[in-house]
């Protein structure tokens, strides 16, 4: 079904740094949907774009507050799935070589963290942690209640998830990381992303111009899938513990 090409495993068999970046597409067999087709039920008639902002938590902190704590619901009862697990693995597998491993995440779900994985870079922050509004700072117990949103228990601002919404910075600490990553690497790999949204977008390009050979896998088409040799079409949770049994 795969074809994995044999030069391919060689690349992998020998590299010495290697820095993979996944977007919500490998969330998306654990039942946590996509960004960009989050919308269902009660939700279907709001775009995420007007509800990820500061603009929109000034605006409207209650509806912004609810549309997380459904999301949050709905990370909390998913699981991480295979394609999750096999990046676990192939992180074992290159330790073992000792070959650096970095793993730059879009998503907010902690999900790879669960599967087991050890070096993430979370560029987008995390939807299971909270911060206040005003101050940033983490607040790591608060009630939740039906009527009022929880506010900081140090200022009494209101409190948010500690992700980053549209029109935000991304962490300088997390960004730096993921730049080293993508500059120093030998093998790029981009796994279920839109490569829209920038500056994550720009992470494979950046590898390409340094040097490294650069994978995809993704349902679709991508700005991304002209640019690159090997292009992997179908679901994460298939083609990747396909690909690393190949590499193992
Ligand atoms: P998108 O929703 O933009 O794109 C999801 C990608 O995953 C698409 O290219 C799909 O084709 C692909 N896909 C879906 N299911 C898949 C599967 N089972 N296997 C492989 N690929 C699959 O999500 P992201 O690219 O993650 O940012 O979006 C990036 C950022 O845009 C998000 O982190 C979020 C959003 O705005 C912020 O909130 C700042």
Redesign the pocket.
């Known amino acids: 079904m795969v074809n994995v090409p044999e030069e391919l495993i060689a690349i992998f068999r020998s590299a010495r740094r290697v820095a993979v970046l996944t977007?919500?597409?490998?969330s998306?067999?654990s039942g946590v949907p996509?960004?960009?087709?989050a919308q269902t039920g009660l939700w279907a008639r709001y775009r995420?774009e007007d509800l990820?902002t500061p603009q929109a938590f000034r605006r409207d902190p209650r509806l912004v507050w609810e549309w997380y704590k459904w999301r949050r619901e709905l990370v909390t009862k998913a699981k991480p799935n295979r394609?999750h697990e096999a990046l676990v693995e192939l992180e074992k597998y290159l330790a073992q070589r000792g070959c650096l491993f970095a793993l730059i995440t879009?998503?907010?779900d902690g999900l790879h963290q669960r599967a087991g994985s050890q070096q993430v870079i979370e560029l987008?922050g995390n939807i299971l942690r909270t911060k206040c509004f005003d101050e940033g700072t983490l607040v790591d117990k608060w009630e939740e209640s039906d009527e009022k949103i929880p506010r900081c228990p140090q200022c009494g601002g209101l409190l948010r998830p500690d992700?980053?919404?549209?029109g935000e910075n991304l962490p300088a600490i997390a960004l730096e990381a993921a730049w080293q990553a993508t500059q120093s690497c030998d093998i790029f790999l981009c796994?279920?992303?839109?490569?829209?949204?920038e500056p994550?977008a720009s992470l494979p390009f950046m590898a390409l111009q340094y040097g490294a050979s650069v994978i995809e896998?993704?349902?679709?088409t991508?700005p991304l899938s002209t640019s690159v040799r090997y292009v992997f079409r179908?679901?994460?949770?298939v083609i990747l513990p396909y690909l690393v049994d190949c590499i193992l």
Request: no cysteine.
């Open positions: 977007g919500s597409g490998i998306a067999e996509t960004f960009r087709d995420p990820a394609g879009q998503n907010v987008h992700v980053v919404w549209f796994i279920g992303t839109s490569t829209i949204v994550a896998i993704n349902l679709h991508t179908g679901p994460a949770g």
